[in-house]
């Protein structure tokens, strides 16, 4: 079982910054490819951000491409997501979510097994 605990959220002013941060647990065998999605009321799961279990590869919806920079830390069991330049239409629940079965970062939730329990960012205008 693997466990996933995000952090980093909160409350931010339109143009600023925050550092998400995701640390997973328990018995692994290798890195997974790790993914951020968010989510807010009334609509479904969106994809953010994805990365390959070694890092080399990454992926971004179009919306934040240039703004969020994911990235990870193999030694300390974390995955990040950056986010500069925020905006209103940012706020959202964040969760990070780990892909047990594959070695590149995909876009659809359904591809990933292990999910946090989501952090709240909120951007105020």
């Known amino acids: 079982q693997v466990q996933l605990v995000e952090s980093g959220g909160g409350l931010v002013q339109a143009g600023g910054s925050l550092r998400l941060s995701c640390v997973w647990s328990?018995?692994?065998?290798?890195?997974?490819?790790m993914g951020w999605f968010r989510q807010t009321p009334g609509k479904e799961r969106e994809f953010v951000a994805a990365?390959?279990?070694?890092?080399?590869?990454?992926d971004y919806v179009d919306s934040v491409k240039g703004r969020f920079t994911i990235s990870r830390d193999n030694a300390k069991n974390t995955v990040y997501l950056q986010m500069n330049s925020l905006k209103p239409e940012d706020t959202a629940v964040y969760y990070c979510?780990?892909?047990?079965?594959?070695?590149?970062?995909?876009?659809?939730?359904?591809?990933?097994?292990?999910w946090g329990q989501g952090t709240q960012v909120t951007v105020s205008s």
């Open positions: 990365i390959s279990w070694s890092g080399s590869s990454t």
């Open positions: 979510a780990a892909d047990s079965i594959s070695y590149s970062g995909k876009r659809y939730d359904s591809e990933y097994d292990y």
């Open positions: 328990g018995r692994t065998f290798r890195s997974y490819p």
